[in-house]
């Protein structure tokens, strides 16, 4: 048996932005509580159809190995704006 667990928390928003924002907000909040928070893996998707999933977080590697912390739509260059403690 693994030793890592994968916290599902279901929280609902009214549509696809306002889910990105609270989604995005919450990641950043965990991850300032705890090193094991990773926040380019976040996804939302709609209730009744949780396989379709949209990414929260560009999350692309940056030169260093730093990753994008921009929402996924971001239109500015890659920037390594959050810290992030990455462990996968």
């Known amino acids: 048996m693994t030793e890592r667990w994968v916290i599902h928390l279901p929280v609902t928003a009214p549509d696809l932005l306002r889910a990105r ?3 995005r907000t919450a990641a950043r909040v ?3 509580l705890s ?3 990773e926040p ?3 996804t939302v998707s709609a209730e009744d159809q949780q396989g379709v999933r949209h990414w ?3 999350d692309r590697r940056l030169p260093g190995g730093a990753r994008c912390a921009l929402p996924v739509d971001h239109t ?3 920037s390594r704006r959050e810290r992030w403690v990455n462990q996968r």
Do not use: E, K, T
Request: aromatic content about 6%.
């Open 40 to 42: 380019g893996g976040v």
């Open 35 to 37: 090193a094991r928070v």
């Open 21 to 23: 924002i609270l989604a």
């Open 76 to 78: 500015a260059p890659c």
């Open 30 to 32: 965990l991850a300032r």
């Open 56 to 58: 929260v977080f560009c």
